[in-house]
């Protein structure tokens, strides 16, 4: 039997990257970014695939988005504007009862995508980071979603001297799997730490998840610890109760 | 450990939210109820049905978190205000659907009441379809045989808060921030007011007994039911805007700009209500100035159910950032005509700038940009009424989770938008009146420290731009009114 075919694999990539939620519409050069390939490849991919009615256009030369084609044969996907709003709730509490600021994520290509920001609710002037674009290997929302899905690449930069890796990261995630929540300690950010669990939908599929951040003196009872169980515990519950808001979960 | 249950009967669904004694939710659940249009402009809710999915809320919020009756120290309710039923007595049986506070039906009784000013005076509102008086007048005018039964005291009339406390406690009462949007009752003395329930010709003795919006109604499986406020009331409660000068916008299925003016009704020249705020027990009642919006939401879920382009409200957002603007389209849901500042019964909406170069994404643009020119009209007016300037719009509300509507809300008004930490602040608002009555919390004013900036929307478009948009924004509204003639019906 032959191997994968490269160009349909591809083709996946884009389709998926276009679908998820919250994007704008995508330009060439945006995709061959998003997915490291070169311009003229993502354009051919474009072109067969608009042809086949899976991506379209506004405008001739424009940018381009998932087709009425690829609606009809109906997967359905989780839109990331739709997570946020069923999260809403779930986020507020989760950032009153743990004190911190709180994200929600879903995968991006390789990236973690910000959907939702709660801020730490101290009043201190905050911004809203909805729509950032997060490294998947040296955060707990990335951990959370990669430990459940498909690895997105080994390029994984190194951000501080704490950042895991790849063999590592490999046993992290295993532990992720474990424990069903994930944590990252000095590895984005020498000092911060964070804390996420994924969101699964009804069919038990990760489409997100849910975290805080934060100094590593408060998330942790020391520096070198792994996060206090109390915050833990409440971003768990923060993630079940989004996974029950999209009928994910029966208790 | 105890909690706060608040029961609220909103226009599109009803919920139950269970909070702690931080404010923070433990549970939630919500059912959704069927919107009936019976005819262009009418529209109705099932009353038995609203009854019965209040009931399983209830019922499922409290075995989500693995409560029982004893664990809760109060029910508070909160509703879709004006929203009109008539029930009987005996049976509990409604003698007709409710008539929901969009419908216009009673356009002609409207006219034949008199000039639009009539009642400002003594209840704060223009003589308009949205208030309960003239849907009651036209329950009593088209049942059949209705007005010989009222008059001989064997049917109710009640707004939402009224008819699910006769149902919980067996009282029949309602607030006083309900009853400031009957239209019948005086703002001055809080009491139906003998003038006006007789201009209206409705029967004394259907109505419901005038009380407070936090105190004992009575009980329900042993637990007290201690509070009651019109949504939008609940929700400047539950932002904490208990100061003058204090306010807020909640985003449902209208959107409802409510500024707290204190222990005094002030009355607007730029089509604002005045209303009452709030009254906690034997306290002065709070009153407000309200700019009301009939369709913000509603337009979304318009888009959704009669035109099918998403499947689910938070959809839009995702259309909507197809495009990078509206193509020029504006859309003026005047579908109940347009409420404030305007008060024209005679509008009905419109799309303007239509042009081939239009597609679902600019539509989809055009629905949440509504919602923001809306805003800004009754911000607008609530400047113009009381001299000083908005500096940030406090907003709330199921639809402050599109972060597109609201960096654009920010954009159109050039102040920033904040978000608190709860967004579902009528329930909160409730659940705190509620509290208050039971000892939970202490004092409103402890309230206040639960309060928390948890999203912040910066203004950042360019002064000619939005100068622009708003001009096209006006010349779209101005094409909405006097669609309506003598004979549509
Ligand atoms: N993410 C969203 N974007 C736009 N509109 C929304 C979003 N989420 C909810 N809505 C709209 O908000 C309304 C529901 O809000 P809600 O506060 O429950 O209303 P109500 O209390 O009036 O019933 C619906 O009309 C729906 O279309
Ligand atoms: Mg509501």
Request: net charge negative; aromatic share 8%.
């Amino acid at each position: 039997m032959p191997g994968p075919i490269q160009s349909i694999q591809r083709a996946a990539e884009v389709l998926k990257l276009l679908a998820h939620g919250g994007a704008h519409q995508l330009s060439v050069g945006e995709i061959a970014r998003a997915l490291d390939l070169a311009k003229p490849t993502v354009h051919g991919i474009l072109r067969t695939l608009h042809e086949v009615g899976f991506v379209e256009q506004e405008v001739e030369g424009g940018k381009y988005r998932l087709g009425a084609a690829l609606f009809q044969i109906g997967t359905s996907y989780l839109d990331g504007n739709e997570l946020r709003a069923k999260a809403l709730n779930w986020s507020d509490t989760l950032a009153m009862r743990a004190r911190e600021a709180v994200r929600i994520g879903v995968m991006h290509g390789k990236h973690v995508l910000v959907v939702h920001h709660v801020f730490r609710p101290d009043n201190s002037r905050q911004t809203l980071d909805t729509g950032a674009l997060l490294p998947w290997h040296a955060t707990a929302l990335g951990k959370a979603l990669v430990a459940f899905g498909e690895w997105p690449d080994r390029d994984l930069r190194r951000f501080t001297r704490h950042t895991l890796s790849p063999e590592d990261l490999h046993t992290a995630m295993n532990e992720v799997r474990d424990r069903d929540w994930a944590y990252d300690l000095h590895e984005l950010v020498e000092g911060e730490a964070s804390i996420a669990a994924p969101i699964r939908d009804r069919r038990g599929v990760v489409v997100g998840a849910v975290g805080i951040s934060g100094p590593v003196e408060r998330l942790c009872e020391s520096p070198d610890q792994p996060p206090r169980l109390e915050l833990v515990s409440y971003v768990r519950e923060a993630a079940r109760s989004v996974s029950r808001e999209l009928g994910g979960l029966s208790w | 450990m105890s909690y706060i249950a608040a029961i609220d009967q909103g226009t599109t669904s009803s919920r139950c939210i269970v909070f702690d004694q931080s404010g923070g939710i433990v549970s939630v659940a919500q059912r959704e109820h069927r919107q009936i249009f019976p005819k262009p402009g009418w529209v109705e809710h099932d009353a038995t049905e609203i009854w019965t999915n209040v009931q399983s809320v209830v019922r499922d919020a409290l075995a989500q978190a693995s409560l029982s009756h004893a664990d809760i120290a109060a029910f508070g309710i909160t509703n879709q205000r004006e929203t009109t039923v008539v029930w009987d007595k005996a049976t509990g049986e409604p003698v007709h659907n409710a008539i929901v506070w969009q419908d216009t039906r009673t356009d002609t009784l409207i006219k034949s009441l008199g000039h639009e000013d009539k009642f400002r005076e003594r209840a704060g509102l223009p003589l308009a379809t949205y208030f309960s008086g003239p849907k009651l007048r036209w329950l009593l005018d088209n049942v059949d045989g209705l007005r010989a039964r009222a008059e001989r005291g064997e049917v109710l009339f009640g707004t939402m808060d009224t008819w699910l406390i006769w149902n919980l406690t067996g009282r029949h009462v309602t607030d006083v921030t309900n009853a400031s949007r009957t239209m019948l009752m005086n703002l001055e003395t809080l009491d139906w007011d003998p003038e006006m329930v007789s201009a209206m010709d409705v029967p004394l003795s259907m109505l419901p007994e005038i009380r407070s919006s936090s105190e004992v109604y009575g009980t329900y499986e042993g637990v007290p039911v201690a509070s009651a406020l019109g949504d939008q009331q609940a929700a400047l409660f539950g932002q904490t805007c208990f100061a003058p000068g204090e306010g807020k916008c909640t985003y449902g299925t209208g959107a409802f700009l409510l500024i707290n003016t204190g222990d005094k009704p002030v009355h607007s020249r730029n089509g604002l209500l005045t209303t009452v705020g709030y009254k906690i027990g034997d306290e002065p009642a709070a009153y407000a100035l309200e700019g009301a919006i009939a369709v913000t939401g509603a337009l979304v879920q318009w888009f959704r159910d009669k035109v099918g382009l998403i499947s689910s409200a938070a959809e839009i957002e995702t259309l909507a950032r197809t495009v990078d603007d509206n193509g020029g389209a504006y859309f003026v849901p005047a579908f109940s005509g347009l409420f404030a500042p305007y008060w024209r019964s005679d509008a009905r909406g419109v799309i303007a700038g239509l042009t081939g170069y239009i597609s679902r994404g600019h539509l989809a643009r055009a629905v949440l940009e509504a919602s923001a020119w809306q805003t800004r009209e009754v911000v607008d007016a609530m400047n113009a009424d009381s001299g000083v300037d908005l500096t940030t719009l406090r907003v709330d509300g199921g639809m402050t989770a599109n972060n597109l509507l609201m960096q654009f809300l920010a954009d159109v008004l050039d102040v920033p938008v904040v978000r608190p930490i709860v967004a579902e602040t009528t329930c909160l608002g409730a659940a705190y009146a509620a509290g208050l009555a039971v000892g939970y919390w202490p004092s409103a004013d402890a309230l206040k420290a639960n309060w928390h900036k948890a999203a912040e929307w910066e203004p950042s478009m360019e002064p000619a731009a939005r100068a622009r948009g708003y001009r096209k924004w006006k010349k779209a509204v101005e094409r909405t009114v006097g669609w309506m003639d003598e004979d549509d019906d």
